[in-house]
């Protein structure tokens, strides 16, 4: 018999140095992090990071080969059996039986729960109506879009209120409005005080949602902390400039080039844009505007920006990346 699951006091996802092999690949190396409960913890990183790979073995269809992990107090591989009844897993694909409609989904996940029908048909009305799916309840799921799809997915593990809620990259391939939804869910699992670890490859999901946020590169945890945290690795605030003609890049290159060191101007990959660190703020941004007006030169915009996560994913990763030719 499963003894019930310790105090967990403030988290209810501990991994401690994770490793999963496949054949000589180690795919996930050494992986560690902690979710407080009833926060949004983001797994940011690009495809074959180790994301999925991970959340496998945190919701047990993965063994370990090293390291332990708890979920909600339990051992994903001592309690097994215990775990899966506190979690609910949501991958980037639909698990519905798509001959059933909306609420005849939701009634049998209910039934696979231990609802009797009457409570397990009462809680599908709830969920229809909280993920306003009512007027689909009754409409076959393979005629639902995929914005709809993935939210009757979601509402199906939450039949029986989870501990802790996986959603591995559950936006892959929708529409920016059914996007909209799932995060829309997302925040409302926080509120219920749900526990939520959501993998993305998406910078902004992943800004916008996470309370805290785990940056994964071939299988090790390269950086972790808030949004905030990990745009202060960047060098602060910078200055952009957008000149009316990309011809003009060059020539703003040269006007700027004593305020900076050399390599911390940089013009963008589309070659639309070129920025660098405002070090005194506000008065670079004068500077540069100055300089640019005297010269003739015609701008789209100016401005001063913060680093975004797109800056801090770059810069963790740069290190690791094999340079482009350049021609």
């Known amino acids: 018999m499963t003894a019930p699951a310790a105090t967990t006091g403030s988290h209810s996802v501990i991994a401690e140095n994770l490793v999963k092999k496949f054949g000589d690949f180690t795919a996930v190396d050494n992986i560690s992090f902690s979710v407080p409960t009833g926060t949004v913890l983001g797994l940011l ?152 670890l959501l993998t993305t490859q998406y910078l902004e999901e992943a800004d916008l949602l996470s309370d805290r946020i785990v940056v994964i590169d071939k299988g090790k945890v390269i950086a972790e902390g808030t949004a905030d945290q990990l745009k202060e690795q960047v060098s602060g605030t910078f200055c952009e400039v957008v000149p009316s003609y990309p011809d003009d890049l060059h020539r703003i290159e040269k006007l700027l080039a004593d305020m900076v060191p050399a390599d911390r101007i940089r013009i963008d990959v589309s070659r639309t844009s070129l920025t660098l660190p405002a070090v005194n703020s506000t008065q670079t941004l004068v500077e540069i505007v100055r300089r640019i007006d005297a010269a003739g030169i015609k701008l789209t915009d100016v401005g001063l920006r913060r680093p975004s996560l797109d800056d801090v994913f770059l810069k963790l990763t740069e290190s690791t990346e094999v340079p482009e030719a350049r021609t």
């Open 45 to 196: 990183g690009p495809n074959g990071a180790g994301k999925t790979t991970t959340v496998n073995m945190l919701a047990t269809l993965l063994t370990p080969d090293g390291g332990t992990a708890s979920i909600a107090g339990f051992d994903v591989i001592k309690d097994r059996a215990a775990v899966r009844k506190s979690i609910m897993l949501t991958g980037q694909f639909a698990a519905l039986d798509e001959s059933l409609t909306g609420r005849e989904n939701l009634i049998l996940f209910g039934r696979l729960m231990g609802l009797r029908k009457v409570p397990a048909a009462h809680r599908a009305d709830e969920l229809l109506e909280a993920f306003d799916l009512v007027e689909a309840a009754s409409r076959r799921v393979g005629k639902f879009s995929g914005g709809m799809r993935r939210r009757i997915d979601i509402a199906c593990g939450l039949v029986v209120r989870p501990e802790v809620v996986f959603l591995d990259e559950p936006t892959t391939g929708l529409d920016p409005r059914s996007r909209q939804d799932v995060w829309n869910i997302i925040s409302s699992l926080r509120d219920l005080g749900i526990t939520t």
